[in-house]
């Protein structure tokens, strides 16, 4: 990292430390009596936050916890996690807070190259969850034409596509696939529409070939994976110069570490570790060294489009805790949807893990795509499942039609034995 974007962070980060240490009673209680500067002392020293002392502080001051830099008055955004892991948690922002999450996603659009001319449409229910909230605020502020689509039909959306000549498509990997779906059915030509690109966030699925290859091929148009937290901000983004081969951590505004899940210590250049994060201008309700529970290989090789963020080679490579230990093997769920998109004839599929340990079965019911014949389709997805991760699952075909799509996160992995709510990508 050069000195310039060091320092920046360095300077970004002592404000944000003086005023969390005295104004916000979260931190003031977790950072008393530690010695640190940031101009000398490795950020290692400050303790990580997790996301379960942030459930447990809404828990014991509900509803909205204590880290609130300032006032409850000032704050005016109210988004909630998904749930997907554990409790929804509440999420306030300040004014001054939101327009930082709007300028990461700027950062994040001008990488995309969208341009004045385009006409960007956001097929999402604008609901609590943060989602596309930011990204359409962000990209009205730098002028840009933001169409919105909410509270209507996958059919009236692809009208509002067609209709309006949209050329950039937000939404989730999933509901890319589940939009494609639909159009075929309608007899629309989404490769001969207007649209030239999707930027999906949400889900692990636009850094995986498969998945990313069969968006790009129904639609006709270019995949621009982003990522990023309801609780910690827009992330990260690929570049154009390097499609669908990961993602740079926006070093501006966020301080990006990689550690060991199991000892909290570092982890070298490239290797394999959970991606640990501290936002530098949430200042409403910041996160000091977030175990965010990605999983991650970060790279400071440099990259074509010359930029020096750091990159997360192959995007977010699982979640630590979505994976799944089958008969002795580790299995993350990204890793089972890379195998199953690279066979064309699936168009949907589910996984249903009963009894983790050396007796886990695996069921995996898959939906053939409309046009597919069945030759031998369960029979390759079991032999293709086996040589990747080593066990046997049972295949059922289904109908198609008959498996979930959802505009948000999707629920293509299920733990049947557990308690825990457990979806497939955060
Ligand atoms: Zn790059």
Known sequence: MGNELRQLQQRKLAELLRVAVTENPFYRRKLSGIDFNPDR???????????????????????FGTNLTFPLERYCRFH???????????????????????????TILDAAGVAQQDRLFFPFSFGPFVGFWAAFEGAAAMGRLCIPGGGMSTERRLRMILDNQVTVVFCTPTYALRMADVA??????????????????????????GTRSRIERAW??????????????????????NPGTGLHVNEREFIAESVDPLSGKPVA????????????GRTGSPLIRYRTGDQVRMSRRPCACGREF???????????????VVRGNNVFPTAVESVLRAIPEIAEFRMTVFDQGPLAQVKLELEPAPQAVDNGLAERARRALESAFSFRAEVWLVQPGTLPRSEMKSHRFVRNSSTTNWGSTK
């Not at 892991?85 to 996603?105: I, V």
């Not at 075929?184 to 070939?209: H, N, T």
Request: with cysteine; proline share 6%; glycine share 10%.
């Open 310 to 324: 750091v990159r997360l080679e192959g995007g977010i490579l699982g979640r630590i805790d979505d994976m799944l």
């Open 220 to 241: 006709g148009a270019r995949v621009f994976d982003h990522s990023g937290m309801t609780e910690i901000g827009a992330v990260t983004f690929e570049c154009l110069e």
């Open 80 to 106: 909630q996690t998904s749930g997907t892991h554990g409790k929804p948690m509440r999420w306030l922002d300040t004014a001054e807070s939101w327009q930082w999450f709007e300028r990461c996603w700027a």
């Open 269 to 280: 250049d490239e290797e394999i570790g959970e991606l640990v994060l501290t936002n530098l």
């Open 41 to 63: 002392d490795p950020l290692s020293r400050l303790p990580f936050t997790t996301r379960d002392e942030l459930e447990r502080d809404q828990i014991a001051d509900p509803p």
């Open 184 to 209: 075929e059915q309608m007899k629309i030509d989404l490769p001969g529409s207007s649209v030239r690109m999707l930027i999906v966030a949400g889900e692990a699925g636009g850094s995986i070939p």
